[in-house]
């Protein structure tokens, strides 16, 4: 029972804090895709296409974010929505996104750039703050992913069943 109020309290403030840094990721890329869509300064063709998958990342972390967070709100017992099983779906699906949108960026960067000594990179500040939000999104989705699978097996030891709510009626 304990572990269900860190649950109802934790989901608003780790969904909250997956939107808060979503915004401010797809407020990078979407910059930097404009740009590079409106000057053609990218260094090569794989810049450009990393930064347009960190805003396709970005996107799909805000709007599905702000839907699980607002219907775990509504109606955090079981839910067709708000279930294990579609937390799951969601948490993998979208840590294996910001996996690859965080390892791309940062494989581009090279592990990041010294903005004093750049050769190749337009947008050095905003390139590596593009990769340092990834990560960020990468760590909160990652315990985002485990938090979901010990409610998933506390669920299924309680006899739910992973159809069941990520936290109990009472």
């Given amino acids: 029972m304990a572990f269900e109020s860190h649950i109802r309290r934790g989901h608003p403030i780790i ?7 979503g915004i401010i990721e797809l407020a990078l890329s979407a910059w930097l895709t404009a740009r590079f869509d409106r000057f053609h300064d990218y260094s090569d063709i794989s810049e450009r296409d990393r930064v347009r998958f960190t805003l396709f990342a970005s996107i799909w972390t805000v709007v599905s974010s702000v839907l699980f967070g607002v219907l775990f709100t509504v109606h955090s017992t079981a839910s ?9 779906v969601w948490s993998v699906l979208s840590w294996i ?3 690859a949108a965080a390892a791309a960026v940062t494989e581009m960067l090279g592990g990041g750039l010294n ?3 750049v050769t190749g990179f ?34 299924a030891r309680r006899g ?8 109990s009626q009472y």
């Fill in 115 to 117: 903005c004093n000594d």
């Fill in 122 to 155: 337009n947008y050095c500040g905003q390139l590596n703050a593009l990769e340092a939000f990834a990560w960020i999104e990468w760590i909160l989705t990652t315990f985002a992913v485990i938090v979901v699978l010990i409610c998933a097996i506390s669920a």
């Fill in 97 to 99: 996104i910001w996996t």
């Fill in 160 to 167: 739910d069943g992973y159809r069941g709510g990520l936290v």
């Fill in 80 to 88: 067709a929505v708000t279930n294990i099983i579609s937390h799951v």
């Fill in 15 to 21: 969904f909250s804090l997956l939107v808060l840094f």
